[in-house]
């Protein structure tokens, strides 16, 4: 329940969060569109005058050429009557330009400019309809060919090749048709603007929609694969859990065969005369095989819980390894430890458990190649790793059980099984660990066995 809960959590917090992806790139879009139009809207505005602008130039043009044929007939005939200081000038034609340009339908007033930008004083009915519209300092710079404001259109004109002659500005009203002109446009491009906006809005829905689509698709594929994993892991986990434990249980079996034997000789061939002697020996077996169970059990159950609830120094792994021999054989100095400067490293339960059957079962096969065969245990250090050296002074491993030392085999004892150091094998591969021969000859053997502590090593 608590788990759909979640689930039904998590897709309504994704269904938001989509929401808010869409709406935010509609938003971006909306406003794309928006500034696209804005310059669009300008771009055809400045076209349209420009178009106004270039419809008047041919009339000013002519204008213009009429005015220069009719002033040059009369300055030819004043110059011919002797009259020359009446003789119009460039500044007089422009003059004269300015008052006819009245005469173009809707211009409403007209001012001339020097070639240096001057404004040049017109008639009184001129400067009448000049006050009316537009307000024009003396001495005013040309700087634009076209400018609007409000209902009329400002249009410069320069009058001759270069201008040298001077500047002809017209007040053209703009309300007949430049004014609906632009009304016209910004309808036009607002509609269309609206038209992309949709379709444009139409289009991301779709293409989002066939994103989250594959999207939830490929995410629950990933949430099936990802629940499989964990079930595939879950059995992986429990598969090793059930080799570990079933690797702890073997060398359960494996110790008891020892003390079973032993009562097993004392039935046959022990001398039933001696109750008390038989007694001792049945209650020693008896208590050996009661510890062995006793710490099989606890070693299952921190196994099973695999919490890492405390830990060991690897001196003290020693040490309980080598007490245990004494105790058990009433030998004294069979197993020796030496010192290193790595006896403090820790190492926690769920490796201890572990490693002590491994430790005593490799002690127990040296003490069992000869009763005068001493075993010594020593820590060393390789890179991040610590291994358990376990030596002795036996006779050595024959050749022939080298290859196939630490698979099931024929043992050589007498009433061996042949699968101590296959278990052996099987705990340290538990814990990451690795156990090998590193040496055998006639004057004996040591064999490794390397794991990688928890704790950061000294």
Sequence with gaps: MKTENNQSFTKTKKS?????IIGATLFLFGLLTFVLQYFALNQFYNLAIERTANALLPEINNLFEDIEKELLEENLDYINLGLGQLVYDDIEGLRILAMRSLEIPDVRSVYAYDSKGKLLELPTNIEKLKSRFFSLDQGKEVEKITQFEGDQLCIVFPIGEQAEVGFLELIVDAELNIIPERNAIKAKVIEQGLIVFLVGSILILFVFSIFFKRLQKSEAQLLAKTEDLKHTNQRLVMACKTAGLGAITAHLMHAIKSPLMGLKNLELGGDKSDSKLAEQALQSATKQI????????????EYELDEESYSFEAHELLCMTASKFEQDDG??????????????????????NLLLPILQNLVQNALETDTRTKVFLQLEKVDSRITFLIADNGPGVP???KENLFSPTQSGKE???GLGLAICKGLAEQMNGIVFMRSSTSNGTTFCVEIQPEGDLL
């Design 16 to 20: 938001k969060e989509g929401r808010l």
């Design 399 to 401: 050749e022939q059980m």
């Design 290 to 301: 009661e510890s062995m169970v006793h710490e099989t059990i606890n070693c299952l159950k």
């Design 415 to 417: 009433h061996g099984s």
């Design 331 to 352: 030998k004294s100095n069979c197993v020796s430890i030496i010192s290193s400067q790595w006896d403090k490293i820790k190492i926690n339960n769920l490796q201890a």
